[in-house]
């Protein structure tokens, strides 16, 4: 029985001495972190929404006559338009070819006999100042002069029916195949264009913000086709109803977008800012521990790594304002914090 006791006592001495053995090597062990200085900044609070954008003009150009087609050549390239080409308004896309709708019209004539008109009316005009025609007679050579006037404009307007040209500025989205010289019918669709340079959204917004925003406020946009690059736009209107089932109420939004990265149709994330605080401390969120006594980081001082509880304030995606806990110029810890324990040995590696 004696021996036994020996035994299991000479166990536990070598089991604990051993054990501490162990702590104290692991006490010696130095944590490898990563740590930055805490710096004084800005911080954003945003309201994020999503939308999808649309153009600033947008308009599809049809055929008003039956007619032979021709598609011609931009200037810029020197070849045939083409899908993605800008255009300026006034560009000359197709022509239409039919010469007895071109004889129909009789321009020429028409504007010969404006001509005319108008000459005679500028004669009735001098004879009357000298008393050599009654107020009806030159009634009458203005009302002449009139009519050729509005028959040679609406020559003009026919014939121009003839030519496909862009009323507005912008880019080519669509353009419809027909072959050279083959004949289109009347209504056929022949282009359409965008003008995508300045583009707009709708949004829903949150109940809570209708306070916080307001028309003139900057907004940012991004798309994941484009993540390298934030565009900037604007709240043009807000709506003052709140739709009861989303809880949410509409706004637009103006985006400038003279690189056109921006496409029509593309989906996009929306920030607006609603608070900003300058000058305040500023650490990334993901570096940040929920404990049960609160939210709490590691500070380094000397090689040793102590947990701080902290309180916080505005906060965004990728950061959050520290308002009491960590002070300027103390170094925190940004990747490594996952392993330690309060008073942890550490060694700054970056």
Known sequence: MKKGFFILTLFLAVFYSCRNNEQNLNADVEIPVSVEDIKLKHIGEYVSTTG???PKGDIVLKSKITASYYLEKNPATGRNWQLGDKVRAGSLIARLEDKEYVNSIQLETNELNMELMESELRKQESLYEKGGVTLRELKTASINYSNAKTTAENSRLQLEKTRITSPIDGVIVDLNYYTQGSQVETGSSIVKIMDYNIMYLDVQLPEKYISAIRPGQKVQLTNYTIPDDTINGSITQLSPAINPDTRTFRGNI?????GLLLR??????????????????????NIILSRQRGKTVFVVDRGIASERIIETGLENITEVEVTRG?????????????TLSNKSKVKIIK
Not at 254 to 258: A, D, K
Request: aromatic share 6%; no cysteine; net charge positive.
């Open 52 to 54: 999808t954008v649309y």
């Open 326 to 338: 960590v002070t300027r110029n103390e170094r925190i810890v940004t990747s490594g914090f996952e």
């Open 264 to 285: 029509p149709g593309m989906f996009v994330r929306v920030d607006i800012l609603v608070n900003r605080k300058d000058s305040v401390i500023v650490i990334p969120k």
């Open 254 to 258: 103006q985006v400038n977008n003279p």
